[in-house]
């Protein structure tokens, strides 16, 4: 039987020669399609995973009326909550800056860089490649970079303590390399180019410490156990209230 079906086979190749072809082309594309689809989902389910701290940290988001959400907060709000907040054992608040222009023997590169608070690296522990944890962020002007941004400026060479003159907001200015970390494998949204030190509250305008203005992303770390429903009612009034007293306004009419 397997011979006359190898003979029905033959036949059928010498009258319809493309069809094998056909099939085999479009087996090899389906399974591809699969794989390459498997291997995508995997990568965007994973961000974020390799963190320990995953369980217990939160992002504070303004939920409105109308359905719209704003996923980023006051600065203010975030240094009193976790002043009068006992259950937030930690805050995490990075800002926007301006971009830099690096001109390191004769290659030129422009890159967004982000202000961060020191604790970092206590929310996202990436590995270091060069520098010391406890030395990332002691000077406003000290940066640290990505390894990936690093290999496109210094190449394989050890830049931490190099000061690196560049230009901000369209003037000259010198920072220093304090630290480089290591993005690969560990998936993320948040992987900055370039970190700087967020400045002192002390240091910002009034503008800037309004409870309006929603400029900052903020992360908290919950103490673990900590009941996520109960702290949510607890910090809905503790926005509110604070909200409505910047305001001027009373917290029934706010």
């Not at 079906?5 to 036949?11: A, E, L």
């Not at 990332?136 to 050890?158: M, P, Q, R």
């Not at 410490?209 to 009941?227: R, S």
């Amino acid at each position: 039987m397997i011979h006359s079906w190898f003979q029905i086979f033959i036949r059928h190749l010498k009258k319809n020669p493309l069809y094998p072809i056909i099939n085999t082309l479009g087996l090899t594309l389906g399974i591809t399609c699969f794989i390459l689809v498997t291997l995508f989902v995997s990568h965007e389910t994973s961000y974020e995973k390799w963190n320990p701290n995953l369980e217990n940290i939160y992002r504070p988001i303004r939920l409105f009326d109308n359905g719209e959400v704003w996923n980023t907060a006051p600065y203010i709000m975030v240094t009193k909550a976790q002043e009068e907040l006992p259950e937030i054992e930690d805050a995490l608040i990075l800002g926007w800056d301006g971009s830099l222009l690096f001109n390191n023997e004769g290659k030129k590169l422009v890159k967004g860089m982000r202000r961060t608070t020191s604790n970092f690296f206590d929310f996202y522990p990436y590995p270091l490649k060069y520098g010391n944890k406890e030395q990332l962020f002691v000077n406003e002007n000290d940066l640290v970079l990505s390894d990936e941004f690093a290999f496109e400026l210094f190449g394989d060479s050890n830049p931490v303590g190099q000061v690196v003159h560049t230009t901000y907001q369209n003037k000259a200015k010198s920072f220093t390399i304090t630290g480089v970390y290591i993005t690969k494998d560990y998936p993320s949204d948040v992987q900055p180019p370039i970190l700087r030190l967020i400045k002192k509250q002390s240091e910002f305008t009034e503008g800037q410490l309004q409870w309006g203005n929603f400029n900052y992303d903020a992360l908290f770390k919950m103490h673990p156990n900590t009941d996520i429903a109960a702290f949510i009612k607890k910090f809905d009034e503790f926005y509110d209230t604070n909200t409505a007293k910047s305001w001027s306004t009373p917290l029934e009419e706010y």
